[in-house]
């Protein structure tokens, strides 16, 4: 069984995204973004890094952590969608290679509620 899903990150989980992707039938699974991603990018010569070390492995997590410093109100009212996943190198028996589409009819009726 191949998986395809977007990751939703954020620091509260609006109850939009639970029923917009299960009416959608679009898997959307949540990461974790704690405070501690958000100080997981330090950087000698600037305020922070926009990449990880070997002592902060990147990830969606830390990426999350990178963007929640460009919000106003970071413990709400944002969220982020990677859909990384969602991006197929090679053909696969249900899925040909490119874009799957996964997460377009979730994220078009999340911006338009």
Known sequence: MIITRCSVLTMR????CWRVPRRENEPFWRLPLAEFHRSQLPSNFAELNNT????YPAGASTAAGFLSHFVENYQQGW????????YRKAPVEQWSAGATGL???TIANLLTA
Do not use: E, N, Q
Request: aromatic share 6%.
């Open 13 to 16: 989980w609006p109850v939009a």
């Open 52 to 55: 990880g070390s070997a002592a």
């Open 79 to 86: 969220l982020h969608i990677d859909c990384s996943a969602t």
């Open 103 to 105: 997460g377009v009819r």
